[in-house]
């Protein structure tokens, strides 16, 4: 599993899209650093709060876990180099948990970086605060993780499948129609923060509480990757 | 393959079809492959490589059913510590090195000493020197050659090889076929697509000859060679006196006939034609004709196949 792990890293890691996808998770630090620079009548809280829900849990984690989860397998669908993986006396599982940690290492955890730290700069140094960001942003990259890997290797246009998630059922319609947020994994993030840290997001509407975010988004990081692992068993391998 | 052969087959192909939409690509396609070397031959089309990819467990066929070495191939990822397939796409990862990519291969295959297994493979394709260098930077034959250390690594007993020798220069091709004769000896059981018959034809035991999706025959070299040198080969001639020309070439035993067509080239059949080769310009000379231009209408492959196809389906009438 280490010797995939590593392949899938690499991958993602190498080229010019993975400066692009650093240059999108520093964006919430140059906020930051702006509001520690600028006066402002928002309180530490609020900004913080703005920025977690608005630009990092609703744009900039779900556009970075698409862009690279969609291209953990969509790399070597394209290049025809799955046979190197498949053709191996290894469980299907064994390809597709390595391809989940890889994209949640190469772009999960920069995000969560960014958010911790943009929220300590924010706070002035509040653990509690920058913590429950990090965890809560781990979390919901682990379900788009799931999520876009399974639409890599499922779904034909992956990226306009994805971006259609983000800005339609997560954007819009995960916020005026009740049930969906219950599959909304934006809202699994919020309730993490708030589930964490009971003072973040007080002003903004959290459906659900942290054992619901929690199951949400284990339950669709299940569904996703058995779903992901019965699909590279089946298919035609290009 | 060799139907009569009593031994249990390495692979078993039992009646397959492989459509896609409307389009049949493996026709109810049945044989089995023993130990050896055993080749694929095959216009482009024919349906080489869905076969390959079948055997290989890279896709399901729609009808029939194919076990490798008495085990069913799709679904049943052990099979694969048995079994070496080299696709037919060159590509490699390429951020990689030679030695990273046999490495990468042998840990996949939980091959017991790995280090020593690579350098083996590397140096049975003749890389050594070059396996620290990224595939990136390749060039198509050493890319090809790395890959084939690749699927050599853990010494499976079974190689799938699809068009292998496609962008190798001949020392290469050479060393490839004496790579593969080894690895036959050890009696294990090799099977190579190809659309050339030249590249197999030194190589093979065996072959099976596919056209439009279903086998079109099967069985030792020489005896598909001869089926193939029955076919007539269709040479057209320019010349400044074509009726004398032809007068003369129709003395030859190795014509079949000769037609002059509106533009006064004959088009000339034989059966033999190295004999018809060394013969024109002798008849020429003869006949005090001035020979203009030769041109092999149907010298391809393909048109080997289509006859062979063409004497099947009149057998099978």
């Keep these: 599993m280490m010797v995939l792990l590593a392949l899938s890293a690499r991958q993602l890691a190498g080229g010019k899209r993975i400066w692009l996808m650093l240059v999108l998770a520093a964006i919430p630090l140059v906020f ?14 609020e900004f913080s709060d703005g920025l977690t829900n608005y630009l990092i849990a609703s744009t900039i984690l779900p556009l970075v876990m698409l862009v690279l ?3 953990s397998f969509g790399n070597e669908l394209d290049d025809h180099t799955l046979p190197y993986l498949v053709l191996k006396p290894i469980s299907r599982w064994t390809i597709v948990a390595p391809k989940l940690l890889a994209s949640l290492l190469v772009g999960g955890l920069p995000v969560a970086v960014s958010g911790w730290l943009s929220t300590l700069i924010i706070t ?56 969906t947020r219950f599959l909304s994994v934006r809202q699994y993030t919020l309730a993490v923060v708030h589930g964490i840290d009971d003072s973040r997001l007080r002003d903004m509407v959290v459906e659900l509480g942290l054992a ?3 199951i949400g988004a284990a339950v669709m990081v299940a569904v996703f990757t058995t779903l992901t692992t019965r699909r590279l068993a089946r298919m035609d391998i290009p | ?49 869905t076969l390959l990819r079948m055997v290989g467990g890279l896709g399901d066929p729609s009808d029939g059913g194919v076990r490798v070495l ?61 396996q620290h260098r990224r595939l990136g930077g390749y060039s198509r034959g050493m890319r090809q050659r790395m890959r084939l250390a690749a699927t050599l690594v853990h010494s499976p007993e079974v190689l799938l090889l699809d068009e292998p020798l496609s962008g190798t220069d001949p020392p290469q091709r050479l060393r490839f076929m004496e790579v593969m004769r080894r690895i036959a000896r050890q009696g294990r059981t090799i099977v190579i697509s190809s659309h050339i018959l030249e590249e197999v034809e030194t190589l093979a035991d065996r072959i099976i000859l596919l056209t439009a999706g279903k086998v079109a025959a099967a069985g030792e070299y020489r005896a598909i060679r001869q089926k193939l040198n029955e076919q007539p080969y269709l040479v057209r001639v320019e010349a400044d006196q074509p009726r004398v020309l032809g007068a003369g070439l129709m003395a030859i035993d190795a014509v079949e006939s000769v037609e002059v067509d509106e533009d006064d080239r004959l088009h000339v059949r034989s059966r033999e034609v190295t004999e018809l080769q060394r013969a024109l310009p002798h008849v ?16 391809s492959l393909e048109s080997l196949f289509e006859y062979l196809a063409q004497q099947q389906w009149r057998g099978r009438g």
């Excluded at chain 2, 000379?285 to 041109?295: C, F, N």
């Design chain 1, 69 to 71: 989860a969609t291209a």
């Design chain 2, 1 to 49: 393959m060799t139907g009569s052969r009593t031994s249990t087959p390495t692979i078993s192909v039992d009646g397959v079809s492989r459509w896609f939409g409307n389009i049949v690509a493996v026709n109810d396609v049945s044989f089995n492959i023993f130990p050896g070397i055993t080749a694929l031959l095959g216009p482009n089309g024919a349906g080489k490589t």
């Design chain 1, 32 to 45: 930051a650093v702006i509001f520690a620079l600028v006066e402002t009548d928002a309180t530490a809280l």
């Design chain 1, 124 to 179: 002035e140094g509040d653990a509690g605060h920058a913590a429950a960001t990090a965890a809560a942003l781990l979390v919901g990259a682990v379900a788009y993780a799931a999520l876009f890997t399974w639409a890599g290797l499922t779904v034909r246009y992956a990226l306009p499948f994805g971006v259609a998630y983000i800005f339609v059922w997560e954007a819009v319609l995960s916020t005026f129609l009740d049930g």
């Design chain 1, 212 to 214: 619901e975010g929690l």
């Design chain 2, 70 to 130: 008495g085990d069913p191939v799709r679904r049943n990822p052990a099979i694969f510590s048995r079994i070496g397939v080299m696709t037919e796409h060159e590509s490699v990862y390429e951020f990689l090195t030679g030695r990273e990519l046999v490495e990468l291969n042998a840990r996949l295959h939980r091959v017991p000493d790995v280090m020593a297994a690579v350098d083996e493979a590397i140096e049975l394709v003749d890389l050594a020197a070059d």
């Design chain 2, 284 to 299: 020429a000379r003869d006949t005090g004709v001035r020979i203009l231009r030769v041109e092999p209408l149907d010298d």
